[in-house]
T-cell receptor
Framework: GDSVTQMEGPVTLSEEAFLTINCTYT??????LFWYVQYPGEGLQLLLK?????DKGSNKGFEATYRKETTSFHLEKGSVQVSDSAVYFC????????FGAGTRLTVKP | GAVVSQHPSRVICKSGTSVKIECRSL??????MFWYRQFPKKSLMLMAT?????????EQGVEKDKFLINHASLTLSTLTVTSAHPEDSSFYIC?????????????FGPGTRLLVL
C-alpha cells in the first residue's frame, strides 16, 4: 500500500541554519504531496503542496520539489527562525491519505 | 509504537441518516484529539479540536450542530455526522496527541471513508 517515510527527529538547529527534512514515498498512481506543520497544542496546518512531478511548493521560506524519479519530497528552508520550531509531517494523497511519522524541529536562538 | 484506530473504516449511508465515527487511542491517553476532513485529491482540513471532558473547538465554517463531537474518555472521541447529505461524503481522519516527556506527539488514525447516497 501507499506509505510515507520521513526523516526521524528530533532536529535541533541554530537560528539562520539551513534545514532539510527528508521525505520519501511509495504509491501506486500519481499522488499529491504535502507538508504540514503542527505547533504545540494546535492542529495541522498546510505548509505547502505539489500535485505533479517537478512541481515546487513553497510558503514562508520553505520549499519542496516533487521528484518522481527519486520518489521524494524533501522540505528545505535556507534560514530557520525560532518561530519555525514545530513538528513537520509529510503526507501523500492517492487513494487515501498517508502521513509520515513527523519530525520535530527545535530552533535555538 | 502508539496506535490510533478508527471505526468504521468505510461506511455507506442514506441521505438524512446519522453516522458515528469512533477514534480510539489504543495504548495511551489522549487529552486532545483532532478531527480532519479530506476531499478527493485535496488537502486536509481541520474540522475541530476535541478535548476530553469539555466541548470541542470548531474551526470557522464547520457546523457544530451537524458534526457532533464527543470526547467522553481519554481514549475515545466520536464524530457524528447528523442528517448526512451527499456533500458530506469524504475521508475523515482523526489524530490523537500523546504527551511524552513534556512534548506532544501526534498519531493519526487510518481514516474513515464516508459515502452518502
Amino acid at each position: 500500500g501507499d506509505s510515507v517515510t520521513q526523516m526521524e527527529g528530533p532536529v535541533t538547529l541554530s537560528e539562520e541554519a539551513f534545514l532539510t527534512i527528508n521525505c520519501t514515498y511509495t504509491a501506486t498512481g500519481y499522488p499529491s504531496l504535502f507538508w504540514y506543520v503542527q505547533y504545540p497544542g494546535e492542529g495541522l496546518q498546510l505548509l505547502l503542496k505539489a500535485t505533479k512531478a517537478d512541481d515546487k511548493g513553497s510558503n514562508k521560506g520553505f520549499e519542496a520539489t516533487y521528484r518522481k524519479e527519486t520518489t521524494s519530497f524533501h522540505l528545505e528552508k535556507g534560514s530557520v527562525q525560532v518561530s519555525d520550531s514545530a513538528v513537520y509531517f509529510c503526507a501523500l494523497i492517492s487513494n487515501d491519505m498517508r502521513f509520515g511519522a513527523g519530525t520535530r524541529l527545535t530552533v535555538k536562538p | 509504537g502508539a496506535v490510533v484506530s478508527q471505526h468504521p473504516s468505510r461506511v455507506i449511508c442514506k441521505s438524512g441518516t446519522s453516522v458515528k465515527i469512533e477514534c480510539r487511542s489504543l495504548d495511551f491517553q489522549a487529552t486532545t484529539m483532532f478531527w480532519y476532513r479530506q476531499f478527493p485529491k485535496k488537502s486536509l482540513m481541520l474540522m475541530a479540536t476535541s478535548n476530553e471532558g469539555s466541548k470541542a473547538t470548531y474551526e470557522q465554517g464547520v457546523e457544530k450542530d451537524k458534526f457532533l463531537i464527543n470526547h467522553a474518555s481519554l481514549t475515545l472521541s466520536t464524530l457524528t455526522v447528523t442528517s448526512a447529505h451527499p456533500e458530506d461524503s469524504s475521508f475523515y481522519i482523526c489524530s490523537a496527541n500523546r504527551l511524552v516527556v513534556g512534548q506532544e506527539t501526534q498519531y493519526f488514525g487510518p481514516g474513515t471513508r464516508l459515502l452518502v447516497l
